[in-house]
């Protein structure tokens, strides 16, 4: 069992930047594969990007390649999302979930858990 708990979540100006941090519980997280996802209100939960648990490459929805950074510190159990040059098509919920050794990362219903969101909201 994995417990994830999402912080860093608020309303910031477009152009602006956020952090979202993730926090898991257990000893085995190095072995797990991390994502984030965000939900905006009245569509469908969405990958927004993704790292292996195996280290190496990082996964992005094309909309935010070149702004957002997911990163995973297995020391401490912590995954982050740097936001850069937000938008108000990035408002949303945003989700951390985890599953353990997997290799599909795009895949929302591959992930066994979930935390219970931030709410991210970017003003015009």
């Given at each position: 069992?994995?417990?994830?708990?999402?912080?860093?979540?608020?309303?910031?100006?477009?152009?602006?930047?956020?952090?979202?941090?993730?926090?898991?519980?257990?000893?085995?997280?190095?072995?797990?594969?991390?994502?984030?996802?965000?939900?905006?209100?009245?569509?469908?939960?969405?990958?927004?990007?993704?790292?292996?648990?195996?280290?190496?490459?990082?996964?992005?929805?094309?909309?935010?390649?070149?702004?957002?950074?997911?990163?995973?510190?297995?020391?401490?159990?912590?995954?982050?999302?740097?936001?850069?040059?937000?938008?108000?098509?990035?408002?949303?919920?945003?989700?951390?979930?985890?599953?353990?050794?997997?290799?599909?990362?795009?895949?929302e219903s591959a992930?066994?858990?979930?935390?219970?969101?931030?709410?991210?909201?970017?003003?015009?």
């Open positions: 069992q994995v417990q994830l708990v999402e912080s860093g979540g608020g309303l910031v100006q477009a152009g602006g930047s956020l952090r979202l941090s993730c926090a898991a519980s257990g000893r085995t997280f190095s072995s797990y594969t991390m994502g984030w996802f965000h939900q905006a209100p009245g569509k469908d939960r969405e990958f927004v990007a993704g790292i292996p648990w195996s280290g190496g490459s990082t996964y992005y929805a094309d909309s935010v390649k070149g702004r957002f950074t997911i990163s995973r510190d297995n020391a401490k159990n912590m995954v982050y999302l740097e936001m850069n040059s937000l938008k108000p098509d990035d408002t949303a919920v945003y989700y951390c979930a985890a599953r353990r050794f997997m290799s599909t990362i795009r895949t992930y066994d858990y979930w935390g219970q969101g931030t709410q991210v909201t970017v003003s015009s």
